[in-house]
């Protein structure tokens, strides 16, 4: 007759009875309270947590999908798209006029300056909270996300890369569109120096374009509460249309309750209340007041919801 065969312990089993293998549990953790990531390294030498999930990997797995190919596609047609219809379209500078849209055939950089503007408030935001918003949720609605975890990848370790790997296509998609308007309108307009909208003033194309690379900086910063808000909510829903809806709901919302007079002060403390403030940069003496609030606000913000969501994350029954 065969002998029992050993436990984990190295002992046999008692005669007649069974020995009971735990599984991990919806929370990730085996009957021993372990991670899945902690039971690997007990069982699996030359087990590393810290390999799993590369961002290598990450990023070419985001890259060849087809949201992001069609978003990109978009953020790089849209200047062209712009291009055509100042060039075809009836001639709308009014006499004297020296708003931003009236100013934007005056030169590559006004023309820059204005695609950024018209897309900053709506396409930019869209694309933010698709790359954040997208990139857990998907894995839960594709039934993924669990033999993610299995494989197993540490929570922290699995949301930290996602993460990394969602801003840093935010971020290029926030580059894209001024480099790509910067070039259009150069070829549609020629490489003039800007005209500042509002005093009309000429200040040189040199002296204008380090700070063109500011303003594309605080466009980065000011998307990360639209970033965060849409990564809570990926970590929290199965829906990726969900999450992405409600980060773009939420600057909705805050655009309604900027232009709330009634409100006064309050409205400083709005996610998208100083969106705007790039503008300043821009002028003959630059200001930079708005834009620093700006970036307090929004660090603020994007930094707690972050933490949110991580611990809602660690406390989550994944069953997906």
Same mark, same amino acid.
């Given at each position: 007759? &065969? +002998?029992? @065969?050993?436990?984990?312990?190295? =002992?046999?089993?008692?005669?007649? +009875?069974?020995? +009971?293998?735990?599984?991990?549990?919806?929370?990730?953790?085996?009957?021993?309270?372990?991670?899945?990531?902690?039971?690997?390294?007990?069982?699996?030498?030359?087990?590393?947590?810290?390999?799993?999930?590369?961002?290598?990997? =990450?990023?070419?797995?985001?890259?060849?999908?087809?949201?992001?190919?069609?978003?990109?596609?978009?953020?790089?047609?849209?200047?062209?798209?712009?291009?055509?219809?100042?060039? !075809?379209?009836?001639?709308?500078?009014?006499?004297?006029?020296?708003?931003?849209? &009236?100013?934007?055939?005056?030169?590559?950089?006004?023309?820059?300056?204005?695609?950024?503007?018209?897309?900053?408030? *709506?396409? #930019?935001?869209?694309?933010?909270?698709?790359?954040?918003?997208?990139?857990?949720?998907?894995?839960?609605?594709?039934?993924?996300?669990?033999?993610?975890?299995?494989?197993?990848?540490?929570?922290?370790?699995?949301?930290?890369?996602?993460? %990394?790997?969602?801003?840093?296509?935010?971020?290029?998609?926030?580059?894209?569109?001024?480099?790509?308007?910067?070039? @259009?309108?150069?070829?549609?307009?020629?490489?003039? &120096?800007?005209?500042?909208?509002?005093?009309?003033?000429?200040?040189?194309? @040199?002296?204008?374009?380090?700070?063109?690379?500011? %303003?594309?900086?605080?466009?980065?910063?000011?998307? #990360?509460?639209?970033?965060?808000?849409? *990564?809570?909510?990926?970590?929290?829903?199965?829906?990726?249309?969900?999450?992405?809806?409600?980060?773009?709901?939420?600057?909705?919302?805050?655009?309604?309750?900027?232009?709330? =007079?009634?409100?006064?002060?309050?409205?400083?403390?709005?996610?998208? !209340?100083?969106?705007?403030?790039?503008?300043?940069?821009?002028?003959?003496?630059? =200001?930079?007041?708005?834009?620093?609030?700006? %970036?307090?606000?929004? %660090?603020?913000?994007?930094?707690?919801?972050?933490?949110?969501? !991580? +611990?809602?994350?660690?406390?989550?029954?994944?069953?997906?």
């Amino acid at each position: 007759m &065969d +002998r029992p @065969a050993p436990d984990v312990t190295g =002992e046999a089993p008692a005669a007649g +009875r069974a020995v +009971r293998h735990e599984g991990p549990d919806a929370r990730g953790s085996d009957a021993d309270g372990r991670t899945p990531g902690q039971a690997a390294a007990a069982y699996a030498p030359g087990y590393a947590p810290g390999r799993t999930l590369p961002l290598r990997v =990450e990023f070419v797995r985001q890259l060849r999908r087809r949201r992001t190919m069609a978003m990109f596609g978009v953020l790089l047609a849209l200047p062209w798209v712009l291009v055509v219809a100042f060039q !075809f379209g009836p001639a709308g500078r009014g006499q004297g006029s020296l708003r931003l849209s &009236d100013l934007a055939t005056a030169g590559g950089l006004n023309f820059a300056a204005f695609a950024l503007s018209v897309s900053a408030s *709506f396409l #930019l935001v869209v694309a933010v909270a698709l790359f954040c918003g997208d990139t857990v949720a998907s894995e839960a609605s594709w039934s993924s996300l669990r033999y993610l975890l299995a494989a197993p990848v540490p929570r922290d370790r699995l949301l930290r890369q996602k993460l %990394v790997v969602a801003l840093a296509y935010s971020a290029a998609a926030v580059t894209v569109l001024p480099l790509m308007a910067l070039l @259009a309108g150069t070829l549609a307009f020629g490489w003039n &120096d800007i005209t500042v909208p509002g005093t009309g003033e000429v200040i040189p194309a @040199a002296d204008v374009l380090p700070k063109f690379a500011v %303003v594309i900086g605080y466009a980065m910063v000011s998307q #990360l509460v639209v970033a965060s808000v849409a *990564f809570l909510l990926s970590v929290t829903t199965d829906s990726p249309l969900g999450a992405v809806g409600g980060a773009v709901g939420l600057v909705i919302v805050s655009s309604i309750l900027q232009a709330v =007079e009634a409100l006064g002060s309050l409205r400083e403390f709005l996610p998208t !209340f100083w969106n705007a403030a790039w503008l300043d940069a821009l002028a003959p003496e630059p =200001e930079y007041g708005g834009m620093v609030k700006g %970036v307090a606000i929004s %660090v603020t913000y994007s930094t707690i919801i972050v933490a949110f969501a !991580f +611990r809602r994350f660690r406390r989550r029954d994944v069953v997906s």
